[in-house]
């Protein structure tokens, strides 16, 4: 079985400062790995995705993700977060083998000015 | 480009009523999928559909139906609805028929049910 595990319920950064949201695996052969953001009242949009290749991947608004096998972790980061970075961030894996992605309860992050 | 369109945004039902949760998509994408969002555990896949003709339960398929009408729309059927069921619903697209591809979803804006 798939999933993922997103181990912090809440973030909080200062603009201008990294930040880091946790994200930990666990699939049966290698994982198709993604993160999604969603602002309030919106739906999902789409940050990166890692399938294969260079383990640091780069998304959307300046995010970035660092893929780790032997930790099972893909946690995504910024070098310097904004206020507008404020939003629910969620993890999610699909087997090679499966449909559909399964999803981490997400992660609040709020950016304080 | 409308991308992925769900019709209603917001409905209030009574318990043991039914409804149908309309999803279309401007995409030509190949896979559909219903979620349901609640507080404290993120997305679950209620049901999927691969291709146009195919419907697969996923993690938390009791108490609905789905039908995949065309390529374009996929519905979510709540026969007798239930407090349970008060949620968010989101209707996504992917492009992927097949896991090979990267299986990027794209989303709804949701639609709000809360059964009385």
């Known amino acids: 079985a798939q999933s993922v595990a997103q181990p912090e319920d809440q973030v909080n950064v200062a603009e201008g400062n990294p930040l880091t949201v946790k994200c930990t695996y666990s699939v049966s052969g290698n994982p198709y790995l993604f993160w999604y953001v969603q602002y309030p009242n919106r739906g999902l949009q789409f940050l990166l995705k890692?399938?294969?290749?260079?383990?640091l991947v780069k998304g959307s608004y300046g995010f970035e993700a660092e893929f780790n096998k032997s930790q099972t972790s893909f946690h995504l980061k910024k070098p310097s977060a904004l206020v507008s970075d404020s939003a629910l961030y969620f993890c999610a894996v699909r087997e090679n083998s499966g449909y559909a992605l399964n999803f981490g309860k997400g992660t609040s992050l709020l950016v304080t000015p | 480009n409308a991308g992925v369109t769900q019709t209603p945004k917001f409905q209030v039902l009574k318990t043991g009523q039914s409804m149908t949760l309309q999803c279309a998509q401007d995409m030509n994408h190949n896979s559909m999928y219903w979620y349901r969002q609640d507080p404290g555990m993120g997305l679950r896949l209620i049901y999927y559909s691969a291709s146009e003709g195919t419907t697969d339960k996923g993690e938390v398929p009791n108490g609905y139906n789905v039908s995949r009408l065309n390529k374009r729309e996929f519905s979510l059927r709540l026969e007798s609805a239930a407090p349970s069921q008060t949620s968010v619903y989101f209707c996504?697209?992917?492009?992927?028929?097949?896991?090979?591809?990267?299986?990027?979803?794209?989303f709804g804006e949701g639609s709000r049910l809360t059964v009385l």
């Open positions: 890692y399938i294969t290749g260079d383990n």
């Open positions: 996504a697209s992917s492009e992927a028929r097949l896991a090979a591809n990267t299986g990027e979803l794209f």
